[in-house]
T-cell receptor, first 114, second 117 residues
Framework: DGGITQSPKYLFRKEGQNVTLSCEQN?????MYWYRQDPGQGLRLIYY???????QKGDIAEGYSVSREKKESFPLTVTSAQKNPTAFYLC?????????????FGEGSWLTVV | AQKVTQAQTEISVVEKEDVTLDCVYETRDTTYYLFWYKQPPSGELVFLIRRNSFDEQNEISGRYSWNFQKSTSSFNFTITASQVVDSAVYFC??????????????FGQGTILTVHP
């Protein structure tokens, strides 16, 4: 099936640890995005990438890092510098950088700090 | 700056009732795109509709309909004869065509819709 696959679905992190969330798409989309969702709030953009080997900070990039070595993959690392990482993380993709293109989302990953 | 406001935090209806979810947006651009997404309990955001700023024609898709009015900067979503499966969080979102936004979405805070049997 075509789509966006995120893993793991649930992840627990200890204080001071870095964790990486995986995002893979087989839609042949050029653009990929990471959003964060907190309870009772809308989604906020963390990072986005329009092409391989290039990515840009979104609205809340502090404490996060990404890479885009392959077109189909856009992993997100939540570093120990992120003060409040407990949230629901959604990966997304769109055909290209045209703002009119529809953005499609994966099923999300829940990250909890213990 | 872009902003999307969904004033209704939660709505509760009984099955078969019609329900309208409100969305008001702000943008300085003349070209922009509006979206509605549904988020069921599983978490995935499901795309429902995209509308560009030059197309004010209302759209109907089954029990869903959308009313886009540029004069009031609103893009409201109506579910006719609601069903329990419609229970979800619904997000309105905006993407403008200018500057460095490059397709990123600005989301409203979402409206939790609960449809009771």
């Amino acid at each position: 099936d075509g789509g966006i696959t995120q893993s793991p679905k649930y992840l627990f992190r200890k204080e001071g640890q870095n964790v990486t969330l995986s995002c893979e798409q087989n839609l042949n989309h050029d653009a990929m995005y990471w959003y964060r969702q907190d309870p009772g709030q809308g989604l906020r953009l963390i990072y986005y990438s329009q092409i391989v080997n290039d990515f840009q900070k979104g609205d809340i990039a502090e404490g996060y890092s990404v890479s885009r070595e392959k077109k189909e993959s856009f992993p997100l690392t939540v570093t120990s510098a992120q003060k409040n990482p407990t949230a629901f993380y959604l990966c997304a993709s769109s055909r290209d950088r045209d703002s009119g293109n529809t953005i499609y989302f994966g099923e999300g990953s829940w990250l909890t700090v213990v | 700056a872009q902003k999307v406001t969904q004033a209704q935090t939660e709505i509760s209806v009984v099955e078969k009732e019609d329900v309208t979810l409100d969305c008001v947006y702000e943008t300085r651009d003349t070209t922009y795109y509006l979206f509605w997404y549904k988020q069921p309990p599983s978490g995935e955001l499901v795309f429902l509709i995209r509308r560009n700023s030059f197309d004010e024609q209302n759209e109907i898709s089954g029990r869903y309909s959308w009313n886009f009015q540029k004069s009031t900067s609103s893009f409201n979503f109506t579910i006719t004869a609601s069903q329990v499966v419609d229970s979800a969080v619904y997000f309105c979102a905006l993407s403008d065509a200018g500057g460095t936004s490059y397709g990123k979405l600005t989301f409203g805070q979402g409206t939790i819709l609960t449809v009771h049997p």
